[in-house]
């Protein structure tokens, strides 16, 4: 199969229809390019035109093991032939525990943990912040600028990667602080690494502490290891480590967002494994399904909530969403997904970081493992983000056979399954980098 093969610009007549149809019925969300699915398998794609695509986006980092992995598909269908749902807030199922039970040995720390089962990242984040205020008694949270954590009225208060996802919404949850993150191609305080002596984590104490956000009252600092929606941002060694200190000598919890960053996406099982620190609670959703909806905190066991019916739901736990969470995990085990994200990784990271060095208006190259971004700017020296190149080049790249998908200003992510072939990464890099050759023309 020639691959990728565009019969037809995307989006060709059939996917036009559709497209019209969506946009007749379905609530306006976050739409990028205009790419619709008939198929997909592992790192491919066919839409409904025929067209074969690359896919760099892997449905947001959903998709670590790729589309369809039949073990995946093979779980799915064996319990779905079982039972498809027993309420499992509710009721039992061994199922459910068994993926709990993996999840507290397979996240840091050897202590016995508890899971709380929802269907999604924000779900896992609101379920934090309710385990992290009923076990300290307090209120507050920090978060950081350009973080994403989810969209309803809690999870949004600590989001702040867009001013457009809060207006018009509040009041949000009181008492969250945001803190600059660590984005040292950025730097807000205009410091450089290592002799700013990581300024932006010791401000927290030494400002923020004194001022708005009154330790007492802390219960947790949330926390993207890698900042996902922001753009991709990855903090500088030690970065981690302080934050989780000042966390800790205040009796604040360190909540561990690796909805996009877990599950080896970064060369790591947990993005925050590239530092020392344990987090209290982590999150995870995302690509933990094999691409169904399921989302997790996990957490030491004593935090558990003291009595029945202080937080649950209905469709936590689901049992095919737990059969396909096993199987993933069962995928990531036995294809040694987390290294080869790190090796593979090296290889995109290369890859890109030679087209950094072709064009102009590549500002920066970032990312660990699998998950990797480019920086657009007008050129190197103003460092002038540049949207609208990053757009034009989505668009060249999907009309050309490669899936691609924005974040942060002027970002452009690459988050092929952990398992694309070589040969098909390569030939995906091909196309972004003849988009490149064209955008600079
Ligand atoms: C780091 C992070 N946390 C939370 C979320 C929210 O997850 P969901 O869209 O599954 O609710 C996202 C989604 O992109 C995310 O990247």
């Given at each position: ?393 989505e668009k060249d790249a999907y009309q050309h056979g490669l899936i691609l998908l924005p974040c942060g200003d002027s970002a452009m992510r690459y988050i092929p399954a952990l398992n694309i072939p070589r040969d098909v990464l390569d030939a995906g890099l091909d196309v972004l980098e003849e988009c490149f050759k064209r955008a600079a023309t």
């Amino acid at each position: 199969m020639k691959v990728p093969d565009i019969k037809v610009t995307p989006p060709g007549p059939r996917a036009k229809e559709i497209i019209e149809r969506d946009r007749s019925y379905i609530a306006t969300t976050t739409k990028s390019a205009p790419v619709v699915v008939k198929r997909a398998s592992g790192s491919i794609v066919e839409d409904v035109d025929g067209n074969i695509l690359i896919d760099f986006a892997a449905g947001i980092s959903v998709l670590n093991i790729g589309h369809a992995h039949p073990k995946v598909v093979e779980a799915i269908s064996r319990q779905a032939s079982q039972f498809t749902h027993f309420a499992g807030t509710d009721f039992y199922y061994e199922i459910q525990a068994t993926l709990a039970e993996r999840l507290g040995k397979i996240t840091p720390g050897k202590h016995r943990k508890k899971v709380f089962f929802g269907n999604s990242g924000t779900e896992a984040n609101e379920a934090a912040i309710k385990v992290a205020k009923s076990h300290t008694k307090r209120q507050m949270f920090l978060a950081f600028l350009g973080a994403f954590h989810g969209r309803t009225q809690g999870a949004l208060s600590l989001t702040a990667s867009k001013a457009k996802q809060r207006a018009g919404f509040f009041p949000t949850m009181p008492g969250v602080v945001h803190v600059p993150y660590a984005y040292c191609y950025r730097c807000p305080y205009k410091l450089t690494y290592p002799s700013c002596d990581l300024y932006c984590a010791n401000i927290i104490e030494d400002v923020y502490m004194k001022t708005v956000a009154p330790p007492e009252d802390l219960a947790g600092v949330f926390v993207e290891p890698v900042q996902g929606e922001g753009g991709y941002i990855v903090p500088p060694p030690g970065w981690m480590d302080r934050i989780a200190k000042i966390a800790k000598d205040h009796g604040a919890l360190l909540i561990d967002d690796e909805v996009q960053s877990g599950l080896g996406r970064t060369g790591k099982m947990w993005a925050i494994e590239h530092s020392d620190a344990v987090p209290d609670i982590l999150t995870m959703a995302k690509s933990l399904g094999g691409g169904l909806p399921i989302g997790a905190a996990v957490y030491p066991a004593d935090m558990d909530f003291k009595e029945s019916g202080k937080h649950s739901n209905t469709f936590g736990g689901n049992p095919v969403a737990c059969a396909a969470s096993l199987a993933t995990l069962d995928v990531i085990e036995e294809e040694g997904l987390v290294a080869r994200s790190a090796k593979i990784g090296e290889h995109l990271a290369k890859r890109l970081d030679e087209m950094a060095e072709r064009y102009e208006f590549i500002g920066d190259r970032r990312g660990l493992g699998m998950m990797q971004a480019t920086e657009f700017v007008m050129d190197k020296h103003s460092k002038k983000p540049d949207p609208k190149r990053r757009d034009a080049i989505e668009k060249d790249a999907y009309q050309h056979g490669l899936i691609l998908l924005p974040c942060g200003d002027s970002a452009m992510r690459y988050i092929p399954a952990l398992n694309i072939p070589r040969d098909v990464l390569d030939a995906g890099l091909d196309v972004l980098e003849e988009c490149f050759k064209r955008a600079a023309t």
